[in-house]
């Protein structure tokens, strides 16, 4: 754990956070692919952020992947209700 971990979990709670987050809204409740999901994984001497997605049978990863990436666009430049992502 680092200093930066809560402000890994506060990207992770405004992208992914079960049904608000971006993610959630854009992408899973939109059913633009099958599920896709991310969070902070804590370890001893590290932490990482991850994303995981799982295209529908007609769609390419890469497809998966550009949705993905225009999250973390709208995260980056703030393009998201501070409130209603934290509940």
């Not at 930066?4 to 939109?30: C, F, H, K, R, Y």
């Not at 370890?43 to 769609?59: E, I």
């Amino acid at each position: 754990n680092s200093k930066e971990m809560p402000v890994l979990e506060v990207m992770a709670n405004v992208l992914n956070n079960g049904s608000t987050g971006l993610i959630d809204v854009n992408i899973n409740q939109a059913q633009k692919v099958l599920g896709v999901g991310g969070g902070v994984q804590a370890f001893t001497d590290h932490s990482c952020f991850l994303l995981t997605g799982r295209p529908k049978k007609s769609q390419s990863l890469e497809e998966v992947k550009e949705l993905l990436l225009e999250q973390i666009a709208k995260l980056k430049n703030g393009e998201f209700d501070d409130v209603e992502r934290l509940k």
